[in-house]
């Protein structure tokens, strides 16, 4: 048995036709589309409030770290006890 597929040959040929059109500015390229996006001003505002937020908690880890390093870092223990009651269910 002898299968003959000429459709492929057909379609590549055509392919290839498209492709030389289209480098010689001949054939129709399709209008190239544009992604965008558009971010609204509530999400703007959120943004700035995060970045605002960041800013304080970088401040407040600086410090933190400069206490732990100087030696004057102190963990209140009643604060420590009212979450490990918290975790542990108590």
């Known amino acids: 048995m002898k299968i003959?597929?000429?459709n492929r040959l057909a379609q590549i040929?055509?392919?290839?036709?498209?492709?030389?059109?289209?480098?010689?500015?001949?054939?129709?390229a399709p209008?190239?589309?544009?992604?965008?996006v558009t971010?609204?001003?509530?999400a703007m505002q959120m943004a700035r409030v995060?970045?605002?937020t960041d800013v304080q908690r970088a401040e407040r880890i600086d410090?933190?770290?400069?206490a732990i390093q100087n030696g004057?870092?102190?963990?209140?223990?009643?604060?420590?006890?009212?979450?490990?009651?918290?975790a542990y269910g108590e």
């Not at 971010?39 to 509530?42: A, N, Q």
């Not at 410090?63 to 400069?66: A, E, H, I, Y």
């Open 50 to 52: 995060s970045q605002e």
């Open 63 to 66: 410090s933190v770290k400069q």
């Open 39 to 42: 971010i609204s001003p509530e």
């Open 72 to 86: 004057t870092y102190s963990v209140p223990s009643d604060a420590v006890a009212r979450k490990l009651l918290e």
């Open 31 to 36: 209008q190239a589309q544009r992604d965008g």
């Open 4 to 6: 003959q597929d000429t």
């Open 13 to 28: 040929a055509t392919y290839q036709q498209n492709g030389r059109l289209q480098r010689e500015g001949l054939g129709r």
